[in-house]
């Protein structure tokens, strides 16, 4: 059974920091394109970070040089390190395991708002 864990959302301050984490079981996570999505109240899931097995990175402009993914495959583990958050920044964030061609996996998301 496959399973994607989030963890590491929580309340922080404009211009704070928050690492999330999301730990994958039931696949063999070091082939799997990773990403991180988010989705506010009344707006659609959007992409804020893809990291390939390879270890190549991708940003939307929206988050770029603020956000940075990792992941460790040692772990099972892929990371997101969000760094001066804006109140814009507050949403739910998913993780999201794709194979091309195959099955793509959702974790059940977990909430961070920005917020003085």
């Known amino acids: 059974q496959v399973q994607l864990v989030e963890s590491g959302g929580g309340l922080v301050q404009p211009g704070g920091s928050l690492r999330l984490s999301c730990a994958a079981s039931?696949?063999?996570?070091?082939?799997?394109?990773m990403s991180w999505y988010r989705q506010a109240p009344g707006k659609q899931r959007e992409l804020v970070a893809t990291?390939?097995?390879?270890?190549?990175?991708g940003y939307p402009s929206s988050v770029k040089g603020r956000f940075t993914i990792s992941r460790d495959n040692a772990k099972n583990t892929v990371y997101l390190q969000m760094n001066s958050l804006k109140p814009e920044d507050t949403a739910v964030y998913y993780c999201?395991?794709?194979?091309?061609?195959?099955?793509?996996?959702w974790g059940q998301g977990t909430q961070v708002t920005v917020s003085s």
């Open positions: 039931g696949i063999i996570f070091s082939i799997y394109v």
């Open positions: 999201k395991a794709a194979q091309p061609g195959g099955t793509n996996y």
């Open positions: 990291i390939t097995s390879g270890g190549s990175t």
